[in-house]
């Protein structure tokens, strides 16, 4: 079972994804985790070979953080590539739940996968924004601009369209724990 998770910067999809990987026992992929297994990809690593446990990953380190040590990728259509076959290799040895990096539209062929889009209303957002990310709904939007561009850039698609996920959940109207409900029933 593959479960990607596109969402607005500040509506919860981060903590749907946690907290359903922690009831669905299955690996959570996100930005920092597929940045390392693609730079290594890139170096001619075998997938098989990567030590992806959570310590080997981030030590004491946020799973926010971007570090890669010595591991660089050369330009950001290269990374593009590499971050898509990391996420198809992954999708194809294992259950996941992959958070944005285009996994919807580079996962768009596999039978097994269910994508899901969260957003929320403002209000929610500026809450969430000012306790969690310290952001104003003004920097929320504007990081959502980058996500935008960056998944119409490379998708030729628009990113958010309904067409394209299987739900789009308002935490807004649902709060977290109800949208986590509704995917897990959603995918049984």
């Known amino acids: 079972m593959i479960i990607t998770i596109g969402r607005q ?30 730079a290594h990809l890139e170096k001619g690593v075998d997938l098989e070979k990567l ?10 380190v946020s799973p926010y953080s971007t570090m890669l040590g010595d591991l660089t990728v050369k330009d950001d259509n290269y990374l593009f590539s590499f971050q898509a076959k990391a996420i198809k290799a992954l999708a194809q040895k294992e259950n996941g739940i992959f958070i944005g990096r285009c996994s919807n539209f580079i996962l768009r062929d596999f039978t097994e996968a269910y994508h899901f889009y969260i957003v929320a209303d403002d209000a929610f957002r500026t809450e969430r924004g000012k306790i969690i990310y310290d952001k104003t709904l003004q920097e929320l939007k504007r ?21 394209d996920y299987d739900i789009t959940i308002n935490t807004g109207r649902t709060g977290i724990d109800r949208a986590v409900s509704i995917i897990n029933d959603y995918i049984k």
Not at 14 to 27: D, F, G, H, S, T
Not at 51 to 60: K, M, R, V
Request: aromatic share 16%; hydrophobic share 30%; glycine share 14%.
């Open 51 to 60: 030590d992806l446990t959570y310590e080997n990953l981030y030590g004491s």
């Open 143 to 163: 990081e959502d601009g980058k996500r935008g561009a960056y998944y119409n850039y490379y998708t030729g698609a628009r990113w958010g369209d309904p067409k």
């Open 9 to 38: 910067y500040g509506a919860g999809g981060r903590e749907i994804a946690e907290k359903l990987a922690k009831k669905l026992q299955i690996p959570l992929y996100d930005r920092k985790l597929v940045a390392y297994i693609s």
